[in-house]
């Protein structure tokens, strides 16, 4: 609400004044700019040194010296002038005092000194003196060491002001908000907007009322288990099934006690030995590891889909790198993550597979025992091409035998079957992983046959330039690896081409991207036969529990589901379409993904009840996600504090909105669980930074995953807190330029949104993003 100031309080009367002192000053000081140009002069007297007579010399060098003093001071004064900021030149204003001594200082986004201002303009973000405003509140006493050296005393005054096109819009103090609008000047009058209704407040939800831990492992959980959600849980045991619904419907922990349920009806089938949970998000492996042994489930640890793809792939292809690429293009990932790839080495290892055994027929129906080749060969046709192969070879030399078979005696028959192998499947018989080896680099670096495979298994979904793209990457790669393997491909005139274009590549680490292990392991089992182990066991899991499900390509869905016995498969999916944020990943709604797994899949009901958020924060993220949203039925289950949004003229002026709202959140709330995102992760460390200078306590940088799941706050972007939720949510960057009308904006904002259980603030500089209702902007 807002009153019509009949006399303007001294606050804004001071800064009035103040502002006006500024705006003078920066003009004396722009003046002075035109003083002559010292340097004409220092030249001269230096020539006329050497005419000088003796007793002249000290006077002359006198007068160099001073000029060169003042040419310094002019050239020092220059670019600070050229950056003054006249629309805006400061944001906050304080008081010190210190030795009985008081002075003043505004904070701005430049640093501006100047004899004719009465207090100088310091950069809020470089300026050590900047983290009183910050520290402390207005009369309170503060020790700080500045520049090396401790300083005592007392913050008199400490204001925010808005100053647009050089006119002073707003005075915000302790004692009270005046705006400026229409050429008048009025009081705000609103009771002070808090972070509050999380841990430990009268406002949380009756069921989550008693012990509260700090560790924030949902207690007793089992018992807000709905009746439909233990109709999931109790679903038979050999069937893949899907528990689909919006973000805080309980998708995770319905997954999860299902796979309690299992090893309990089960325990000697379904052990720690046989289970593999598996996400993407190491955050979210760490905190279904630690909320396992509640559910009674001991010894089981959540997996790292990267991390547990890429231990089987060293194992299964040693001799490639270790490294990955840390900047492949979104175009590769996009390609290596559909089934473009497979599906071309299958048609292509089929070909090949028809022209050996053509060969082989023209070489050997008409010979002597020609006969008994072709009975041995077509003997596994159901068996992968290098044990066929490996099968072949081992009869002719009398390792194999085969009923009503004698083995090979012919030496010249032995010969040619040799020849022919290697001709047809280089280096195969020594190396078990070469055929699979061989097809992934002609389907990544021969373009022809790059193109073909977008052509006949994706047409459209790669333009001729993004084509270009994923082929000199893979080139490139390929290049690299060159140092330390020698894989053998078939190289035509293109590929070299591209390898004369990269000739600069010799210093750089060979390196693969992380989508090739999948890739890999797939071409191996369909070249070579299932994964096994020590002893040839095969490696397969009795259940599998994949969360997070719709950041899954299909292929690394269809590398999992291999590793389940095909007769009785027992998988857990789970996941909400609305929180697609992976690259890759084309699929918009389950109705198309799902048939593409090749395998059956019974999707449950959609949980329609959110458990998580407020009414007031799923509203606002159901109008992000928009037109986008699969998930068509919603109800929360509690009303809470509305959803506000906040906006800034100056980034430090947010964060001492920040600095302020935290300090008082903390204060009377120590043990919420607290969250500032932005979308990328070096602003969340810019941010970080500066929170840490204003001494926020139990403030924590999230930059890996490495979340603590206790009380305090936490700094990240949002894709590291897929699966999480927190007390509160301060979404800080949630401006039109970070947040565009684009479907992964819409996804990412959807995600951060419903992070948040309590109580959600939107906080920007700039205009706010459109995807915000329209309450909110």
């Known amino acids: 609400m807002r009153t019509l100031v009949a006399a303007l309080p001294d606050a804004v009367y001071e800064e009035l004044d103040l502002l006006q002192q500024v705006q003078q000053g920066a003009l004396r000081d722009q003046a002075d700019e035109a003083d002559p140009n010292y340097y004409d002069d220092i030249l001269e007297l230096r020539d006329s040194l050497s005419e000088a007579h003796p007793e002249d010399l000290p006077a002359l060098t006198t007068q160099i010296e001073q000029l060169v003093l003042l040419a310094q001071r002019q050239q020092e004064r220059t670019p600070r002038n050229r950056s003054f900021h006249w629309h805006s030149p400061y944001f906050a204003h304080m008081r010190l005092q ?49 520049g090396g050296r401790e300083v005592e005393g007392r913050l008199l005054l400490r204001r925010l002001v808005r100053i647009e ?40 939800p009756i069921h989550e009322i008693g012990p509260y831990r700090l560790d924030k492992h949902l207690p007793q959980i089992t018992a807000l288990i709905d009746e439909r959600q233990f109709g999931i849980i109790s679903q038979p045991e050999a069937r893949v099934i899907l528990i689909q619904g919006g973000a805080g419907s309980g ?231 060159q140092v330390i393997v020698g894989e053998r491909v078939e190289e035509d005139g293109e590929t070299q081409e591209g390898w004369l274009e990269n000739q600069s590549l010799s210093d750089e680490l060979p390196t693969l991207d992380e989508e090739d292990d999948t890739l890999l392991l797939l071409l191996y089992q369909l070249t070579t036969g299932p994964l096994r182990g020590r002893k040839n066991k095969l490696l397969q899991y009795h259940h599998l529990l994949v969360d997070e499900v719709q950041d899954f390509s299909i292929p690394e869905l269809q590398l999992l589901l291999s590793m389940t016995p095909p007769e ?37 009901e959609p949980l329609t009840i959110g458990y998580r958020s407020t009414y007031e924060i799923m509203e606002v993220a159901r109008h992000v996600i928009g037109h986008l949203s699969v998930n068509t039925v919603w109800e929360a289950t509690r009303h809470g504090a509305p959803v506000e949004r906040f906006g800034f003229q100056h ?68 894709s590291q807190t897929k699966g999480l939720e927190f007390d509160y949510v301060l979404l800080v960057d949630a401006d039109a330029s970070t947040y565009g009308p684009d479907d992964l904006s819409r996804h990412l904002l959807y995600v951060g949104i419903t992070r948040a259980a309590h109580q959600l603030w939107l906080l920007h500089c700039g205009n706010p993003s459109s995807l915000l209702p329209d309450t909110l902007r």
């Open 651 to 718: 980034p430090g002026v947010l964060i001492a909105f920040l600095v302020d709202s935290l300090g008082s959140l903390l204060r009377r709330e120590p043990s919420a669980s607290v969250v500032v995102l932005t979308r990328e992760l070096p602003e969340a460390r810019k941010i970080a930074e500066q929170l840490e200078r204003a001494e926020i306590p139990g403030l924590r940088l999230v930059a890996d995953q490495d979340f603590s799941f206790r009380a305090g706050v936490e700094v990240t972007d949002i």
């Open 165 to 204: 096109d050089g006119v002073l819009r707003s005075v915000s103090c302790p004692q009270g908000t005046w705006f400026f609008e229409d050429g008048q000047w009025f009081q705000w009058e609103q009771t002070r907007i808090e972070l509050s209704g999380g841990s430990g407040s009268a406002t949380r």
């Open 98 to 146: 210190e030795q009985g001594k008081t002075r003043d200082l505004l904070l701005g986004n430049q640093n501006f000194f100047s004899g004719h201002l009465s207090c100088s303009i310091v950069d809020w973000k470089k300026a050590p003196v900047s983290q009183i405003f910050y520290r402390y509140q207005e009369e309170e006493e503060y020790i700080e060491e500045l």
């Open 251 to 481: 998708k995770t922990t319905v997954a999860l006690h299902r796979l309690a349920y299992l090893m309990t009806q089960k325990p000697n089938y379904f052990n720690s030995n046989s289970i593999l949970p598996i996400v993407f998000n190491r955050a979210l492996a760490q905190y279904i590891s630690k909320l396992l042994p509640s559910l009674g489930v001991d010894g089981v640890e959540a997996r790292v889909f990267q991390e547990w793809v890429a231990q089987l792939r060293q194992r299964f292809f040693p001799d490639l790198p270790s490294r990955y690429a840390e900047n492949t293009p979104v175009r590769v990932i996009e390609f290596k993550r559909s089934p473009v790839i497979l599906a071309w080495c299958a048609k292509e290892l089929e070909h090949r597979l028809e022209q050996f055994q053509a060969t082989l027929m023209e070489l050997f129906s008409s010979l002597i025992k020609g006969d008994d080749v072709i009975t041995v060969w077509n003997s596994s046709t159901n068996s992968p091409v290098t044990d066929r192969l490996s099968r072949l070879l081992k009869w002719t030399q009398g390792q194999e035998t085969f009923t009503h078979l004698p083995p090979m005696p012919d030496s010249s028959i032995r010969q040619r079957i040799n020849r022919l192998v290697e001709d047809w499947f280089p280096d195969v018989l020594k190396n078990p992983q070469a055929l699979a080896l061989q097809l992934w680099n002609d389907a990544l670096i021969q373009r022809r046959a790059l193109q073909k495979a977008i052509t006949d298994f994706a047409p459209g979904s790669f333009s001729e330039s993004q084509l270009e793209e994923i082929w000199s990457w893979n080139v490139r790669c390929y290049q690299r690896r």
């Open 568 to 604: 009785r498969r027992s998988v857990t999916l789970a996941g909400d379409m609305d929180q697609r944020i992976l690259a890759g990943n084309r699929y918009q709604d389950w109705n198309t993904m799902l048939p593409a797994l090749s395998v059956e899949v019974t999707a449950m």
